[in-house]
């Protein structure tokens, strides 16, 4: 049986499914935006997700990636692989991991592969039949497709909610100021960390992370609950009062407020208070005052926003009221409160769908 098509006419989990249920024997080859992946099958079971072309083994870069052999020792075994031992065999004679051990991390290795494959909305696949293909060598590695489909399935879920609590698939992200110097404990939110610059959108920093779309996804998610990134805008779109105030002022605007304020400053340190009897309130330090005081309202909504969104997507509903955030340590207190009075007025929709967050009104003189 063979058999090949446009991956929006037939989804890969379906196509693994079948070649599953009538265990065949063969290869599935994807082809997606320049990259090609393959799959490999024995009786129904994933046995290979290596690239024929590839030199390097699948799973000796997934536990080097993982941190169970060093760079050296990943070297050493990798001739070994190429002189015609398995890689499996390798790791077992080296004594560098257990049987079991063996097979947890193929299946995870597998898993993974899947899943991003699964990713994969437009693209072709073949599927070849080998016949005649004889048993597997005895310690030859293999997965059950079921569980790998299920597990995936799951992960996509929880993607799905992440990504709707980030923001669109061209929204850039900005570090706040909490994410400037964040209390890191992992490197990978480091590397996540380190692309965030205003200029990435989502979907660049996911890709360009080197990590597995669900790891790279849940981190950034993190981030973003910590408080260390927040949505700046979409690509092309022209910046709001609001929407800019997630990032740092580019050098034209620092120049275009500070000057000003400087040369007053300069002006009052050289001639003193000689003419403040002539002239009233200075109209550029105003202005400048004003927009200050916009933007960093602005940066407290949008914090709110976001801690808001990431609530709903924890729990499965906003928030009875803008208080319970700070119990969950989603916003700091100055977010919510100017000394004792809030600076909200927070209505949620009849269905809970939907809020309406607007600035509270100062009380009367």
């Known amino acids: 049986m063979s058999f090949r098509g446009e991956l929006r006419e037939f989804e890969l989990p379906d196509i693994m499914q079948l070649i599953a249920s009538q265990r065949k024997a063969g290869w599935l080859k994807v082809m997606t935006r320049g990259k090609t992946q393959f799959v490999f099958f024995h009786n129904g079971r994933i046995t290979s997700t290596k690239n024929p072309k590839d030199e390097g083994d699948p799973l000796l870069e997934y536990v080097r990636r993982k941190g169970v052999i060093t760079a050296d020792q990943s070297d050493r075994l990798a001739a070994e692989r190429r002189a015609g031992a398995s890689a499996n065999s390798i790791l077992e004679r080296e004594g560098v991991l257990e049987r079991d051990e063996i097979q947890e991390l193929f299946e995870a290795m597998v898993e993974e592969a899947i899943f991003e494959l699964m990713s994969i909305k437009s693209g072709t696949y073949e599927f070849e039949t080998e016949t005649g293909v004889g048993p597997p060598a005895e310690d030859a590695l293999s997965a059950d497709i079921g569980p790998i489909l299920m597990e995936g399935a799951r992960k996509a ?43 990435r959108t989502i979907e660049q920093i996911l890709d360009e992370s080197g990590l597995d779309r669900y790891t790279a996804t849940r981190i950034l998610f993190d981030c973003a609950r910590h408080g260390w990134v927040g949505l700046l805008r979409k690509r ?25 304020v400087l040369g007053l400053l300069l002006m009052s340190a050289l001639f003193g208070g000689a003419l403040s009897a002539f002239r009233g309130d200075d109209p550029v330090l105003g202005e400048w005052r004003n927009r200050s005081a916009q933007l960093e309202a602005a940066h407290r909504r949008e914090s709110v926003r976001v801690a808001l969104e990431v609530y709903r997507v924890k729990t499965g509903a906003y928030p009875p009221d803008l ?43």
Do not use: H
């Not at 992440?162 to 992992?186: H, K, Q």
């Not at 700091?332 to 600076?343: I, V």
């Open 236 to 260: 092309g779109a022209k910046l709001t009062v609001e929407e800019s105030v997630a990032g740092e002022f580019s050098l034209r605007k620092t120049l275009r407020w500070v000057a000003p």
């Open 157 to 199: 879920d929880e993607i799905a909610e992440m990504r709707s609590a980030l923001g669109p698939e061209d929204g850039v992200l900005v570090l706040t100021r909490a994410g400037r110097s964040p209390e890191i404990n992992f490197d990978e939110e480091r590397q996540v960390l380190a692309l965030v610059n205003g200029v």
């Open 323 to 365: 208080a319970v955030l700070l119990g969950e340590s989603l916003v700091p207190e100055s977010a919510l409160y100017d000394d004792e009075r809030e600076r909200w007025t927070y209505t949620l929709s009849p269905s809970n769908e939907s809020f309406v967050l607007i600035t509270q009104a100062p009380p009367a003189p």
